[in-house]
């Protein structure tokens, strides 16, 4: 919630300063306020794991919160899609009614959560309600987000990082969308595109193929050596990264994956994908 309120208000800051927001900020800051708006009430004792628990789901390689350990207030979250859906409805008129359609539903919702949660794909719901299956897994993405990182939240800091290392996030198995390089050591962290979870990686590894052949990874830098966009000849993808060492002012990393969409279409065009 905290670091929400921050990035909103940095976003005002620049639309006073500017007029108006680009629209794909726009529509990241109306996605946000409706998140924003709920506070989860999680159990404090629900489903929770002994460090020595942790650690050894750890060392096995088992991320931390399975489906059936994420708590989710359902009604909560139904209200989250419905609006999450007229917004991005809105974008994408097309989806707009099978968005409605889907929403009328909560069991399916449930269905189409867990599907999205345990990484199956959504093609038959999108084919259902005629949706694309993009549009379907953002909605569903903002609906449980603020469930999502209020649970990592209370269980990220016990995870040891060497224990880890892994291609995927230590607690809710999600994919990395982002990166950092940090300002102590110089080292590679990940940021959990599911639950903006931080976590450890080598700096000469692939996070999506794993592959550690030096002549196929290489990366791109900015006049400013700020930003990095690493890419992997093997599986033809990138990874936006930003080097904490050359910044001086507070760096917000939810709203860097969003700033920094120019650096999505420097990648596309040159042949790569979004891991």
Not at 24 to 49: A, D, T
Request: glycine share 6%; net charge neutral; proline share 5%.
């Amino acid at each position: 919630m905290e670091i929400n309120n921050k990035i909103l208000d940095k976003l005002q800051e620049w639309q006073q300063k500017e007029g108006s927001l680009p629209q794909f900020l726009e529509l990241y800051k109306q996605l946000l306020l409706i998140q924003v708006e709920v506070k989860p009430n999680i159990p404090s004792n629900h489903h929770l794991l002994t460090k020595d628990e942790i650690d050894a789901m750890l060392i096995k390689g088992v991320p931390l919160l399975k489906w059936d350990a994420l708590y989710i207030d359902w009604p909560i979250f139904h209200t989250l899609f419905r609006k999450a859906a007229t917004v991005i409805g809105e974008q994408t008129e097309p989806a707009y009614k099978g968005l409605k359609d889907a929403a009328l539903d909560i069991p399916v919702l449930q269905e189409i959560a867990k599907a999205w949660y345990e990484g199956s794909s959504l093609s038959p719901w999108a084919t259902r309600y005629s949706i694309e299956e993009e549009v379907l897994a953002a909605v569903i993405h903002c609906a449980i987000k603020p469930f999502l990182t209020a649970q990592a939240k209370a269980i990220r800091g016990l995870v040891d990082q060497e224990h880890w290392r892994r291609r995927c996030c230590p607690v809710c198995n999600g994919k990395p969308d982002f990166g950092f390089i940090d300002k102590e050591k110089g080292a590679r962290w990940l940021l959990c595109s599911r639950c903006d979870t931080e976590w450890l990686f080598q700096r000469l590894e692939c996070p999506y193929c794993g592959t550690t052949n030096q002549k196929e990874l290489a990366y791109f830098t900015d006049d400013q050596e700020l930003y990095r966009l690493y890419i992997c000849q093997k599986c033809r993808t990138y990874l936006k990264t930003i080097d904490l060492r050359k910044t001086e002012t507070e760096i917000l990393l939810p709203l860097e994956r969003v700033m920094t969409v120019d650096m999505d279409r420097q990648g596309q065009e040159k042949g790569y994908k979004g891991g």
